[in-house]
């Protein structure tokens, strides 16, 4: 069964830090795969997405994520965070072409001032 | 473009009582999705929508949950009668075929809380 694993339930990083949030997924071709980000409160938005192509993704806010097949990884990334990406972030994947989305139990970011 | 628009926002409702949640999709999106959002469980598939028709409801938890789309630009969700365990945040999405793949659009969400 295909499953999205976010190791990690809570992260805390100091303003202006490197970030990494981890995300490992199982499925046995290579899925689409999503980060979105959910504000206190509000609905869930997309950061990103990965279809097929370079590994490389870049999205919105400054993040980017590497797909990496050999390790089943879509680790999400900013080289420098702000105060206000404090929030939670989800991982989901879906089997290419369908719209079941698996997400991640998500990674609560606190930023320190 | 305006989002997925749905009402209400936050409903506090007692026990026995229907609940009818709405949702307004993004125009031309033509998939339809309704997540349920708990602390326990996370997020979940409940049912989804294209071009009206549901296509697969195998989350929806029982048979008191029901979900419509009588037209392209709106969605209901109702529980009949609600229950203490299904206080969540229920959220709409939608989505449009493209040559890009699939992406889902959520909504803000619906705060249910049955007591």
């Known amino acids: 069964a295909q499953s999205v694993t976010q190791p990690d339930i809570h992260i805390t990083v100091s303003e202006g830090a490197s970030l990494e949030l981890r995300c490992n997924y199982s499925?046995?071709?290579?899925?689409?795969l999503f980060w979105y980000v959910q504000s206190p409160g509000q609905g869930l938005q997309l950061l990103l997405k990965y279809f097929s192509g370079d590994t490389l993704v870049q999205g919105i806010k400054g993040f980017e994520a590497e797909f990496k097949r050999s390790q089943s990884s879509f680790n999400l990334r900013k080289p420098s965070v702000h105060w206000s990406d404090a929030a939670e972030y989800f991982c989901a994947v879906a089997p290419s072409g369908t719209y079941k989305y698996i997400f991640g139990t998500g990674t609560r970011l606190k930023v320190l001032a | 473009d305006a989002g997925v628009i749905q009402s209400p926002r936050h409903e506090v409702t007692e026990m026995g009582q229907e609940v009818t949640l709405r949702c307004k999709p993004i125009s031309g999106h033509d998939y339809l999705f309704w997540y349920r959002q708990t602390m326990m469980r996370g997020l979940e598939l409940l049912i989804y929508f294209n071009n009206n028709v549901p296509i697969d409801d195998s989350g929806m938890p029982e048979d008191r949950f029901s979900a419509k789309m009588p037209n392209a630009s709106f969605s209901t969700l109702k529980i009949q009668p609600s229950e203490p365990r299904d206080s969540a945040v229920y959220f709409c999405?939608?989505?449009?075929?493209?040559?890009?793949?699939?992406?889902?659009?959520f909504g803000e969400g619906s705060w249910l809380t049955v007591v």
């Open positions: 499925y046995g071709a290579t899925p689409y």
């Open positions: 999405a939608s989505s449009l075929v493209s040559l890009g793949g699939n992406t889902i659009y």
